[in-house]
């Protein structure tokens, strides 16, 4: 398969293969509270010269604790030589590639983290009178501003604090605007490949789901969808391109389809980088769009949060966004309003702001321009791996993907019992995170993998190389696979020992290896 | 042309011609060409990082609002607390910053200890023994609790307390659009629920309090255990965890769920946001826990391990059936909060929690000298942040106290609606909520004090 390649890329190293993912060495390491031994302290407070009156004289007795609440008294450097430690124990984009379907592992510009450090953004209270953050106003404003360009739509609520809030947001959105007139709608449809927070955020909502089959494209099920409509549809919610990495073909269809009887499309923003500056779901038909910031727009994603989830809609949905949201008024200063019939707020302050700023940043950098070019080299490396895999990991839908790709293992597993959860932990011993597993539900061992527009040629390339390896391996000496991962700091762990016998605290430990006192 | 991207024209004509096609934009035939956009986004060119960060400098230079010019004497649920350079480094080593939701536990130790110890920590404060990776925001923390009481209690009526935050209590109210909860609002009495005001409304499936209550007062806990035992309802208590710090936890006093905001842990005020949700539970609720949760395991060897577990709850298992769509949630504040616990240890918790107590108490005895100036609730003990009336209109004074320098606190009537059963409607206009935290000092607050004599006068 490699034949195709061009000499020239095999003489530099690959960038995103981490020689030494995550870490070397397996010692594992004491918990903070381990370290702990009384009377030791790190903290030191400023001197405020205020009398230290006994708080007994202050507060009621009966409401004041008698012992302090016990935590780990360590130095600092304890406390850095811990926290170290424990990130050599943890695997990240800045170490490699982490080709992890469906999440947008993107290199994040280190830019972003200083605007969020800006004094000027990061320490003001989010109770500033309007008058005082004109800059964080105008901030806003902009951001939203960008995103409904991006989008094609007509405005934003920047509250919601990560995707599967924007996702339920949406749908209050969509609740609201039926309840407006006078309807009640009772069902959402979602196709069988969605994800898995859309039928979760559909019960919030107050809806029922509506599951619509695949069908031999990969795609939504045109006739399908036909049969399902009725009055009785609230709305339809359509990853595009969908899980399987595979650009909704008949959407003009289906938008025609679902507004002919009343409903509205939502778009789960999930995998917008694969279209960014080539299509917007705005001119596809969708009425609610939710973006994931920390995917499509560089912003870390923190180990799993903080995210942000925007939701952009078209204009006969504005007046129901939630409030209150930034506005320019016609003297050119920035103040708060709320929306005629804003469903209320989602978000205890303003949304996730600092995240905001971050994708602002991110959003500058690239311009209009540059985001069409990150939506091309996006489709342009999930191709390049689709094309590269296919001898041993056929795509699971044979055709030009978007930015991602979802191939089988399925044959493998029947020829020589290797899983694609073997192949995910073998390929962590090669210095690359593992793709989705399992997901989307309707392949047979599914492995998605979503390069991102930032790795290399050269990355890819080690990596379909990694990934040769491990499939002639499954077939020579499977029981390898079925060992992996063994240059980990920790090897595979026992998930159902986990759940039996549930530890979630030091105390509940203590308490199991009767330590507690 | 600035990104981020590696790849040169050569390799891109080498990619494009590997895939048999003639150019890239033939990646993109799937899309009908009439729905494309035509002539690129409407959008600036991209501009390089330095031009980048001028222009987002403009924007922090636009506020007014930093902690140099406004000494901040704001709190209601957002605090200027210490956050230390050691806190600061660590939290933003680019392991934590960069890494996702540990699917592959092997490679994500770090992360998943880390968050054991946050837990463990969360647990302590909270008085109860399991509490998640953390959620959203304090307000976010809340509605899920109601959703996971009322699954638990299968009754939707919910008594939601008027001294939980004006903001979190219209969060609730929102969500409830959607899960059909009938949320029955608890005024409050000289700063306590007042639940026979309620006492029509039928019985709770959940009764939700603050504690401290968002203008600082105390509530009686036992009582509220006392109701909640009467009427089969869970026991839900917002409670300010730095505050913990010389508070009896909520679960001493029989809570059920305890939720709160964890910024005051080493998150930046950052305008609002992202903040972290706390929430501990008793273990009769932790199959109903929403978010991820972790536990100590052992690995193939027998080390010990961390992992995700009781994921048969969460919605990529669950699907339409689990009661709660939180997928992400807020592992870097959580992972910071952990380092700034450790940091602070125990005699540092308790000492921000009475010096904050001290400060407050300090502020609150030196403005109520001022002629015309009352506490909200006179008599009643505070604790984290304390409400005062003026003869002025609460934003005239605070505008006043910008131009002095000072973040002088929150106006109630920005942050309550009309009508709010918090506070009294003649006096709702005229109320200023304030905090002072161990960061404050008696010359700060004896200038503050100066300040609002003259920001008062008509």
Redesign the interface.
Same mark, same amino acid.
């Given at each position: 398969m490699s034949e195709?390649?061009?000499e020239e890329?095999h003489k530099s190293a690959a960038?995103g293969r981490a020689s030494s993912?995550?870490l070397l060495g397996?010692d594992?390491?004491p918990?903070?509270?381990e370290f702990s031994v009384?009377g030791?302290?790190?903290?030191?407070?400023?001197?405020?010269?205020?009398?230290?009156?006994d708080?007994t004289e202050?507060?009621?007795v009966e409401?004041?604790?008698s012992e302090?609440?016990?935590?780990?008294?360590?130095s600092?450097r304890d406390? *850095?030589a811990?926290?170290?430690r424990?990130?050599?124990?943890?695997?990240?984009?800045?170490?490699g590639a982490?080709p992890?379907g469906s999440?947008t592992?993107?290199?994040?510009?280190k830019?972003c983290?200083?605007?969020?450090?800006?004094? !000027?953004?990061?320490?003001?209270?989010? !109770?500033?009178?309007a008058?005082? *953050?004109?800059?964080?106003l105008?901030?806003m404003l902009e951001t939203e501003h960008?995103l409904c360009?991006?989008t094609g739509m007509a405005a934003a609520t920047l509250q919601p604090?990560?995707?599967?809030?924007g996702?339920?947001t949406g749908?209050?959105l969509m609740?609201?605007y039926h309840e407006a007139r006078g309807e009640k709608r009772t069902r959402v449809i979602i196709p069988d490949s969605a994800?898995?927070?859309n039928?979760?955020?559909?019960?919030?909502?107050?809806f029922e789901?509506t599951t619509l089959p695949t069908d031999e494209r990969g795609l939504v099920d045109l006739e399908a969808l036909k049969a399902a409509l009725d009055g009785d549809v609230a709305g339809i919610m359509l990853t595009n391109p969908n899980t399987l990495g595979?650009?909704e073909?008949d959407?003009?269809e289906i938008a025609e389809a679902v507004h002919e009887v009343g409903g509205l499309l939502y778009y789960d923003g999930a995998n917008l980088n694969a279209?960014l500056?080539?299509?917007?779901p705005g001119?596809?038909g969708f009425d609610i769009v939710h973006m994931n910031l920390?995917k499509t727009f560089?912003t870390?994603? @923190?180990?799993?949060?903080?995210?942000?989830g925007p939701v952009a809609v078209s204009e006969r949905l504005v007046p129901f966004l939630?409030g209150p949201k930034p506005v320019q008024h016609d003297d050119g200063t920035f103040g708060w309003m709320s929306p005629e019939h804003s469903?209320?707020?989602?978000?205890?302050?303003?949304?996730?702001?600092?995240?905001l700023?971050r994708a602002?940043?991110y959003?500058?950098?690239?311009? @209009?321009?540059?985001?069409?070019?990150?939506a091309?080299?996006a489709?342009?490396?999930a191709?390049?791996l689709r *094309?590269?895999l296919a001898e041993h990991y056929p795509a699971a839908y044979d055709?030009?993907c978007m930015h991602e790709v979802v191939v089988s293992a399925g044959a493998m597993k029947r020829k020589t019992g290797v899983k694609g959860l073997d192949v995910?932990?073998r390929l962590?011993e090669e210095g690359f995170?593992?793709p989705?597993v399992y997901?989307p539900l309707i392949v047979e061992e599914a492995l998605m993998f979503e390069p991102t527009?930032?790795?290399?040629?050269q990355t890819l390339e080690a990596l379909a190389d990694a990934l040769d390896r491990i499939a002639l391996e499954a077939e020579s000496d499977p029981d390898a696979l079925h060992?992996a991962?063994r240059t980990?700091?920790?090897?595979? *762990?026992?998930?159902a020992?986990?759940?039996r016998?549930?530890?979630?605290?030091?105390?509940?430990?203590d308490e199991a290896l009767g330590l507690s006192t | 042309m600035p990104d981020y991207m590696p790849h040169t024209d050569e390799e891109i004509a080498s990619m494009v011609a590997f895939l048999g096609l003639d150019s890239i934009e033939q990646l993109f035939d799937a899309i009908p060409k009439a729905l494309q956009v035509a002539g690129g986004l409407s959008l600036p060119q991209g501009m390089p990082e330095p031009d980048v960060m001028a222009s987002m400098k403009t924007f922090a230079k636009m506020n007014k609002a930093g902690a140099d010019q406004l000494i901040c004497f704001a709190g209601a649920g957002a605090y200027d607390h210490e956050i230390p350079t050691v806190v600061r480094t660590l939290g933003g080593r680019g392991e934590f910053v960069t890494a996702y939701t540990p699917y592959q536990p092997e490679v994500a130790q770090g992360v998943l200890q880390a968050i054991f110890e946050f837990q463990t920590m969360v647990s302590r404060i909270s008085g109860l023994p399991v509490a998640n990776a953390s959620l959203y925001d304090g307000s976010a923390a809340v509605t899920e609790a109601v959703n996971l009481a009322v699954a638990a209690s299968k009754n939707e009526t919910v008594y939601l307390s008027s001294g939980v935050h004006p903001h979190w209590r219209s969060v609730v109210k929102t969500f409830a659009r959607g899960t059909g909860h009938n949320i029955v609002e608890v005024p409050l009495n000289n700063g306590v629920s007042d639940f026979d005001a309620v006492k029509d409304a039928g019985p709770p499936g959940v009764i939700v309090v603050g504690h401290p209550t968002y203008l600082g007062t105390l509530e009686d806990l036992a009582d509220v255990r006392s109701r909640c035992d009467e009427a089969g309802a869970l026991m839900v208590v917002a409670a300010d965890p730095v505050a913990t710090g010389v508070l009896r936890s909520a679960g001493s006093w029989g809570a059920d769920v305890v939720v709160g905001e964890g910024q005051a842990f080493g998150t930046s005020l950052g305008f609002g946001g992202p903040y972290l949700g706390l929430f501990a539970c008793t273990m009769d609720q932790v199959r109903r826990l929403p978010g991820r949760l972790v536990g100590e395991t052992v690995d193939e060897e027998g080390r010990r391990a961390y992992v995700t577990t009781l994921r048969a709850r969460e919605q990529d298992i669950r699907r339409e059936k689990a009661t709660s769509n939180v997928c992400t949630n807020q592992t870097l504040m959580a992972v910071v909060a952990a380092i700034q616990l450790g940091w602070l240890g125990t005699q540092g918790l308790r000492e921000i929690a009475e010096r904050s107590v001290r400060s407050t108490r300090y502020l609150l005895e030196g403005v109520t000298k001022i002629d015309g100036v009352e506490p909200l609730l006179p008599g009643v003990a505070t604790v984290r942040d304390v409400a005062i009336t003026t003869p002025l209109k609460a934003d005239l004074v605070l505008e006043r106290l910008a131009e002095e320098g000072f973040l002088g606190g929150l106006a109630l009537s920005a942050l309550t609606d009309e009508g709010d059963g918090s506070v009294e409607p003649n006096l709702r206009e005229h109320a200023i909520l304030m905090s002072a935290t161990e960061k404050r000092t008696k010359d700060e607050i004896d200038q503050f004090v100066t300040a609002l004599t003259k920001a008062v006068v008509k």
């Open positions: 195709g390649m061009i890329t960038g993912a995550p397996d594992r390491e918990t903070l509270f009384p030791r302290t790190a903290y030191q407070l400023r001197t405020n010269e205020i009398p230290a009156i708080i202050l507060l009621p409401h004041l604790r302090p609440v016990e935590l780990a008294d360590v600092e406390l *850095v811990h926290f170290t424990l990130s050599h124990r943890q695997f990240a984009v800045d170490l982490y992890l999440c592992m993107k290199y994040n510009p830019i983290d200083e605007v969020a450090g800006l004094p !000027g953004l990061a320490d003001v209270h989010p !109770g500033t009178p008058a005082l *953050v004109q800059g964080w105008a901030l960008v360009e991006v604090a990560a995707g599967a809030a996702e339920l749908l209050l609740g609201a994800h898995g927070t039928p979760a955020s559909v019960t919030l909502g107050g789901v595979l650009f073909e959407i003009k279209i500056g080539v299509i917007r001119d596809m920390h560089a870390p994603h @923190g180990g799993g949060g903080p995210g942000a939630p469903i209320g707020r989602v978000h205890a302050w303003h949304g996730n702001t600092l995240v700023a602002l940043t959003l500058k950098i690239h311009g @209009g321009d540059g985001l069409r070019r990150v091309e080299r489709v342009l490396n191709n390049w *094309v590269r055709k030009t995910a932990k962590l995170h593992s989705t997901f527009e930032t790795e290399s040629l060992a991962p980990t700091p920790v090897r595979r *762990v026992d998930e020992r986990a759940a016998m549930l530890i979630p605290t030091q105390d509940a430990r | -």
